[in-house]
T-cell receptor, first 113, second 118 residues
Framework: KNQVEQSPQSLIILEGKNCTLQ??????????LRWYKQDTGRGPVSLTIMTFSENTKSNGRYTATLDADTKQSSLHITASQLSDSASYIC????????????FGTGTLLAVQP | NAGVTQTPKFQVLKTGQSMTLQCAQDMNHEYMSWYRQDPGMGLRLIHY???????DQGEVPNGYNVSRSTTEDFPLRLLSAAPSQTSVYFC?????????????????FGPGTRLTVL
């Protein structure tokens, strides 16, 4: 079982609508949690990075939240645009690991006009 | 400032052939790494380097070699390609290693190399 689970696997929304993507992790303790956006055929691009002590981090229309007690993070996208169509990947860095980042498999978001 | 560049973008190999995937960055980053991305799986770390002359294995290093003779370049060599190495390969760099405790350095990824081994 993957230590970082994302849901839903895929999502279709209409342009202008909001959406929330979920990330549940079992990694404990952890150092930080990252969200990346990956456009089709491109490399991932960093959206937010939160340490274990942070609850929320924003980057424009993207807002990530973190609940370390329930081991859940969410990425909220406000007023979606066609360019938001991409895969969104949650990544957890375990505390104390020497070279490990644990990647989720991503949520594929399609924004339709 | 080109960021992280990778060549080639696409490559088809036959089983047993060898090749080198190129990666370069112009941000003077010390940390560079190689990942592979397969359908239904998260990115997995192959090898990484914390500076010129220093490399180490990641999660899935078998069948791959790396070297780091300069800060800018971090090539990945496939010694004898196998169909199991069919994947998309990403190179990434950051100012410091993202796995250091407390590090929140942004990792920058290249555009990827799509490799097919027949």
């Amino acid at each position: 079982k993957n230590q970082v689970e994302q849901s839903p696997q895929s999502l279709i929304i209409l342009e202008g609508k909001n959406c929330t993507l979920q990330c549940n992790y079992t990694v404990s303790p952890f150092s930080n949690l990252r969200w990346y956006k990956q456009d089709t055929g491109r490399g991932p691009v960093s959206l937010t990075i939160m340490t274990f002590s942070e609850n929320t981090k924003s980057n424009g229309r993207y807002t990530a939240t973190l609940d370390a007690d329930t081991k859940q993070s969410s990425l909220h996208i406000t007023a979606s645009q066609l360019s938001d169509s991409a895969s969104y990947i949650c990544v957890v860095r375990p505390y104390g690991a020497t070279n490990k980042l644990i990647f989720g498999t991503g949520t594929l978001l399609a924004v339709q006009p | 400032n080109a960021g992280v560049t990778q060549t080639p973008k696409f490559q088809v190999l036959k089983t047993g052939q060898s090749m080198t995937l190129q990666c370069a960055q112009d941000m003077n980053h010390e940390y560079m790494s190689w990942y592979r991305q397969d359908p239904g799986m998260g990115l997995r770390l192959i090898h990484y380097s914390v500076g010129a002359g220093i490399t180490d294995q990641g999660e899935v290093p078998n069948g791959y070699n790396v070297s780091r003779s300069t800060t800018e370049d971090f090539p990945l060599r496939l010694l004898s390609a196998a169909p199991s190495q069919t994947s998309v390969y990403f190179c990434a760099s950051s100012y410091s290693t993202p796995v250091l405790a407390g590090s929140t350095d942004t990792q920058y990824f290249g555009p990827g190399t799509r490799l097919t081994v027949l």
